[in-house]
């Protein structure tokens, strides 16, 4: 298992890309509403701050696997939100 620092950085790193990758979206489609786009970046920093109390829980039986489940919900989540972001 990586540091706990470790995983905080891949957790920014992956939520701030999908978040940049909105914003490009909105950048490069003026012409189309930002409503569900907007929703997109909202539902991300949900995400983010569900993941991070997770990571931050102390006193774990085995964490190991729990930091295995954070990383397999980050994935299926983050991988829901990209979905998304192609069907603007």
């Known amino acids: 298992m ?3 620092r470790d995983f905080k950085r891949m957790l920014n790193d ?3 890309s999908i978040i940049e990758a909105v914003y490009v979206w909105q950048i490069t489609h003026p ?3 930002t409503e569900d786009s ?3 970046i909202d539902d991300a920093i949900i995400l983010f701050d ?5 990571v931050n829980q102390r006193g774990l ?3 190991n696997k729990h930091f295995k489940q954070i990383d397999t919900e980050l994935e299926e989540r983050g991988r829901s939100l ?4 192609n069907a603007l």
């Open 2 to 4: 990586a540091s706990k």
């Open 14 to 16: 992956v939520i701030g």
């Open 31 to 33: 012409e189309k509403p």
């Open 38 to 40: 907007e929703k997109i």
């Open 50 to 54: 569900e993941l991070i109390v997770k």
């Open 61 to 63: 039986e085995n964490p």
């Open 82 to 85: 990209i979905d998304r972001i």
